[in-house]
């Protein structure tokens, strides 16, 4: 065992433990749910801290034996990608101090030991005094967690890169299957199956614009602003020098903020993107409720999509399947749409010079991309790629219906479609034979108004 001091006492550590007292601290405060820091902003956190100290290292505030031992401390937690003593709660109170000082005791501690000195020897690499040097939570908090955002950003603008080539992919299998278009549940109008899977695919692409959009509204960090925005303790160069060290870490198109106050008390932007997602969890959630529609029954319902079957659906129904991964993708939406909800309250509760509820906004924005990103994936891979149509179903709902005759009256006329409805009500022949008997159209005429390639140009009309 090792003992740690603070202003508030001392406690007794395990030898083992990389964290210091100030985690020690948050951890019995916070408890243990379970729940973890997100891996990303881990990772953003310990590039923010290697900027900082590059840059003190570069001007000469922090010596190099300290700095080295810091900086390949970070590069051996970066590396491994063994994040187990990030310990704290991610809700915790403090407005993130409590992962600020759990990640500066963690670097502390392995640089001490790639120097060659014992856990705990602060006396000679500080957490606070060197890690944390020219910093403050509420400059490297934010600057992380736009950083983790601009990381998520870039694997969910992939997912929905290959839903949307996935819908793309049903839209040209089945451009030419003709089926019935429906309105408030109720028969509309024909419709193709490759303009059903086109309308998705374009609400996607719309998605893709906005999560490419995204990464403008947070791209601006406030550090060096230190604890209110005013660069307390922090040298005029190093302010401008620790941005630059960080936009040639991560590689990202961030710049430093013209006004740090604003930018430390505000969070609008972050609500702003978590709108983005929402939206995109809006648009994900009427693609798999359709599609589950469409796939209801199979023999009570709708039925005209056959999905993959991923897992039995019932302990007493034998050879019932359920349309799980739909379901899955739905019930993320509502999550991430709720936690939009929050978040936007968290940030309008914010106090004059900083927001308390920072870990709240970060911890769900964070849980909104990375649950969505893997609905997306699921979704796609699970149930776009392998859906197949039942084209017998899909036939037998458009002939029964009266939306074929719908759509011909413009062309025959109110009188001779009014004529044919009677005649569709007592007689056992299908809509196509009475209007060929009582010689409304000819065959050619009537194949004509009727192929799935007339159906798609209808939409295309000047």
Known sequence: MRTEYDALGSLELPDSALYGIHTARAYGNF?????????????????????AAQANAELGYLE?????????????????????????????????????????????NRALEISGKARGDYAFIHPLDHVNMHQSTNDTYPSALKIAMFMHLDVLEGALIRLQEALQEKEREYAGILKLGRT?????????????????????????WRIFKARERIKVLNMGGTAIGTGFNAPQKYIFLVTEKLKKLTGLAITRSE??????????????????????????????EDIRLLSSGPSGGIGEIILPALQEGSTIMPGKVNPVMCE????????????????????????????????????LVLKSMSGLRLALVQ????????????????AANLQESVAVLTYLSQYIGHEASARVYRMLKKDTRTLRQIILDEK???????DELVSPERIRMMGYRK
């Open 259 to 288: 006004n740090m106050v604003e930018s430390t008390q505000n969070l609008d932007s972050i609500v702003e993107v978590s709108g983005l997602i929402k939206t995109c969890a809006v648009n994900l959630m009427k693609i798999s």
């Open 379 to 394: 979704f796609e891979a699970k149930t776009i790629k392998g859906l197949r149509l039942n084209l017998d179903r899909i």
């Open 64 to 108: 190099k034996q300290k700095s080295t031992a810091i900086i390949d401390a970070i590069d051996d937690l970066l590396g491994s990608a063994d994040f187990r003593d990030i310990v704290v709660n991610p809700m915790g109170g403090g407005a993130g101090t409590s992962l600020n000082m759990n990640v500066n005791e963690v670097i502390a």
């Open 31 to 51: 408890g243990d749910t379970g729940e973890r820091h997100d891996p990303l902003f881990v990772k953003a956190y310990l590039l923010v801290k290697k900027a």
């Open 184 to 208: 408030e549940l109720q028969d509309a109008l024909p419709i193709t199956a490759g303009m059903q899977f086109a309308a998705m695919a374009e609400a996607i692409a719309r998605d893709r």
């Open 328 to 363: 899955f993708a739905s019930q993320t939406a509502l999550l991430v749409m709720g936690y939009d909800n929050i978040i936007s309250q968290a940030a309008a509760l914010g106090n004059l010079e900083l927001n308390q509820f920072f870990p709240l906004v970060s911890y």
């Open 440 to 446: 409304i159209l000819t065959e050619q005429q009537f």
